[in-house]
């Protein structure tokens, strides 16, 4: 199995900034597809940024040219630096991959989502 803990949510004023970390652990094999998604309420979950299995990286449209994804393979880490921030970001961020683990002699590949960490940002 591969656990995801992400890491750096909190309350920010509007045009501050925030970095999040999502660290995978567990048996893994390897990590593909890996990123952040966000979901304000009422609404539905979204991507905000991910780097994909061919390792380009894709943006909302919302959050292009305020946050950079950036990847650690050594600690299969994920970062977030997100600035500029307004009201409309505030919502709970969540860390996605997609991983290869190891049980005894089976690999399974399959999604998995981080337990989320509250952005909120004051106007």
């Known amino acids: 199995q591969v656990q995801l803990v992400e890491y750096g949510g909190g309350l920010v004023q509007a045009g501050g900034s925030l970095r999040l970390s999502c660290a995978a652990s567990?048996?893994?094999?390897?990590?593909?597809?890996m990123g952040w998604y966000r979901q304000a309420p009422g609404k539905q979950r979204e991507l905000v940024a991910a780097?994909?299995?061919?390792?380009?990286?894709n943006y909302a449209d919302s959050v292009k040219g305020r946050f950079t994804i950036s990847r650690d393979h050594a600690k299969n880490t994920v970062y977030l630096q997100m600035n500029s921030l307004k009201p409309e970001d505030t919502a709970v961020y969540y860390c996605?991959?997609?991983?290869?683990?190891?049980?005894?002699?089976?690999?399974?590949?399959?999604?998995?989502w981080g337990q989320g960490t509250q952005v909120t940002v004051s106007s």
């Open positions: 996605n991959a997609d991983a290869t683990a190891q049980r005894l002699c089976v690999l399974t590949y399959r999604n998995y």
């Open positions: 567990g048996s893994i094999v390897s990590i593909n597809a």
């Open positions: 780097f994909t299995s061919g390792g380009r990286t």
